[in-house]
């Protein structure tokens, strides 16, 4: 059972960063994909990035050049580094963990996710 926890969300102004973190308990966490999701007040969830096994990273048109996805396998953690955030980002981010040979192309099937982190951009 892979267990997903997010931390890092908060209230920024524009311009501003912010750093989520998304803790993962599993045995063996290099075996995951692991994605980021975003969901804003009235809209579904969406994918922005994800970081394969391999280390290799796709990210959508919406966050290309200001946020990195990364991860850290001795910690089994995995990261978001937002920057240059816009009120277009305030949304409910959640990290998602799925062993899928293609996971990082298509975002299906998710094994898990977690509970969200709340990200507020507002002047």
């Known amino acids: 059972q892979v267990q997903l926890v997010e931390s890092g969300g908060g209230l920024v102004q524009p311009g501003e960063s912010l750093r989520l973190s998304c803790a993962v308990s599993?045995?063996?966490?290099?075996?995951?994909?692991i994605a980021w999701f975003r969901q804003a007040p009235g809209k579904e969830r969406v994918p922005i990035t994800c970081?394969?096994?391999?280390?290799?990273?796709t990210y959508a048109d919406s966050v290309k050049g200001r946020f990195t996805i990364s991860r850290d396998n001795a910690k089994d953690t995995a990261y978001l580094q937002m920057n240059n955030l816009a009120p277009s980002d305030t949304a409910t981010y959640f990290c998602?963990?799925?062993?899928?040979?293609?996971?990082?192309?298509?975002?299906?099937?998710?094994?898990?996710w977690g509970r969200g982190t709340q990200v507020t951009v507002s002047p």
């Open positions: 599993v045995i063996n966490f290099d075996y995951y994909n």
């Open positions: 970081i394969s096994v391999d280390g290799s990273t």
């Open positions: 998602a963990a799925s062993g899928a040979l293609h996971y990082c192309s298509t975002y299906k099937p998710t094994d898990s």
